[in-house]
């Protein structure tokens, strides 16, 4: 069985990003950028299973421009087969990425899709949902732990104040929790290895998806500023305190 796994490229976690001076965008310029962490999440599990002999191939796939090649070789240094860059200058929302992947799998014919649970640059949580839906598949979201078996994945899924396990009937797409493993650190040795292996690159177009935005941005602000703490003497004074600001009754 072959599994794909939709990685994207985002600011790195470790970035503080701010608003762009006219609020039209975040200012990412210049930022370093990484790959999105439940994505790596989501290679190191089509990792494992390829390590266990569940699967016979790992095909790693991205959205975006040729810049994006950077997280197809750090997938390729975990140990993924395959990467694909499907290369496209169209800032793209997440039903245009479903649909795009759905042309992917059309031609890549897996048995699992692995996607990350959201994307930390836009956290819309959205593109798991629809590529399963578009495609009429069985689907898994937030899942923190993973075994196939047979025509079946058992899931268990992160859900309010506890865990749900199921099970879906493969083909299915799956999206990756940060607790369904701790991801391998990739060695130089790794990465060197890596620039050996293909990476095939696709025009947008040539999938012939609409990609066209649904969504206008209107405005990205800063959170406000935290307001400076102050120094209590005693409890009984941060117990006023907190009675004054309506914290506590
Ligand atoms: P989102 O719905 O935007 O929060 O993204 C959820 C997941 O969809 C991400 O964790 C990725 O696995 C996948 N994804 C989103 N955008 C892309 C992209 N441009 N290329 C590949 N995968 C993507």
Known sequence: ??????IKRVVDPNVQVRALPDSTDADIAGAKMSINPFDENAIEEAVRLKEKGTVTEVVAVTLGTSASQDILRHALAMGADRALLVETDVALQPLGVAKLLKAVVERE???LVLLGKQ????????????????LGTAQATFVSA?????????ATREI?????QIAVKLPAVLTADLRLNEPRFVKLPNLMMAKKKPIETLSAAELNADIAPRLAQLKISDPPARAPGIKVNSVHELITNLQKEGVLS
């Open 1 to 6: 069985m072959k599994i794909l796994v939709a």
């Open 109 to 111: 014919q897996p048995g």
């Open 119 to 134: 994307a930390i640059d836009d956290d819309c949580g959205q593109t798991g949902q629809m590529l399963a839906a578009l």
């Open 146 to 154: 993973l075994a196939v078996a047979g025509d079946e994945a058992i």
């Open 160 to 164: 309010e104040g506890g865990t749900e």
